[in-house]
């Protein structure tokens, strides 16, 4: 893929055409310190951020050269990287999404998942820790749509923390995966939740998004509801196993040391929806 590295002041900016499975890849590479930049149309971490950590520029160096972008000279010398560290390839943790900034989908996730998620499982102070740092290195912004987020008064307050799910299967098992986290606004959230918009009566709303992101016609809008649709009808024929090692680093859960856990103790955990 074409892509280009590059510093400008105090920034460092990872440029390439749109890639879904690339943006989730470089965000949970980054675990949180880069942001996108709206202006430039690309990722930016700050250059005195790499100075100060080692594991960052390691991190970022394998993820530009598993891809051979183009690095101008500074970013060469900064990461300590050389024509003969390059090489083709593909890193892909997150290859079935469609979203990221000025892409919206929808989606609906499977019943024997309800509820079971980071703020089920979690403690309020382990999710507020993996949840805060998502927003404010998204500005505070929807990582979709670039709004902010205000309470019904007017005050601005944090966006929504959405999970980033992939449905797989390892050794013969059904995998639900998590992938990443990110910010949304309601309007985009509700789309990433379209059956319980429907539910509530929203389902109006979600359609309005889909074509204001996505710029889509009303037809074009529909079909993406009645395809993510058709994906929850067969993900739904099945109980998934929960898969969150993507947070290894950042949190434990008491009898899973690898975070993986079969889908017959999902609601042992803890569920936000059940109690």
Not at 41 to 69: C, G, H, Y
């Amino acid at each position: 893929m074409d892509g280009t590295v590059y510093r400008i002041g105090p920034k460092a900016f990872i440029k390439f055409p749109y890639s879904k499975s690339l943006n989730i890849t470089l965000k949970v590479t980054c675990a949180g310190h880069i942001r996108w930049d709206w202006t430039a149309k690309a990722w930016t971490v700050p250059v005195a951020t790499l100075d100060q950590d080692p594991r960052l520029r390691k991190a970022i160096s394998r993820f530009i050269t598993d891809n051979d972008f183009e690095l101008d000279g500074q970013m060469k010398q900064l990461l300590g990287i050389s024509p003969a560290h390059t090489k083709k390839g593909t890193a892909s943790l997150a290859s079935g999404f469609r979203i990221g900034p000025g892409h919206l989908t929808a989606d609906l996730l499977p019943e024997s998942t309800w509820g079971s998620n980071l703020r089920g499982i979690l403690s309020k102070a382990d999710w507020d820790r993996l949840r805060i740092p998502v927003c404010e290195h998204a500005g505070w912004r929807c990582e979709v749509c670039a709004a902010l987020t205000r309470m019904p008064d007017g005050r601005r307050r944090r966006p929504d923390c959405h999970e980033l799910w992939t449905f797989t299967h390892r050794a013969g098992r059904p995998v639900q995966r998590l992938d990443g986290l990110m910010a949304l606004c309601p309007g985009c959230h509700r789309v990433q939740n379209v059956g319980r918009a429907e539910a509530n009566g929203q389902r109006s709303l979600a359609v309005r998004q889909l074509r204001r992101i996505n710029s889509w016609t009303e037809a074009q809008a529909e079909e993406e509801i009645a395809r993510a649709k058709r994906v929850y009808e067969q993900r739904r024929l099945v109980e998934w196993d929960l898969d969150l090692s993507v947070l290894s680093e950042f949190i434990a859960i008491k009898g899973y040391p690898t975070l993986y856990i079969p889908a017959s103790e999902r609601r042992r955990l803890g569920n936000s929806y059940h109690g």
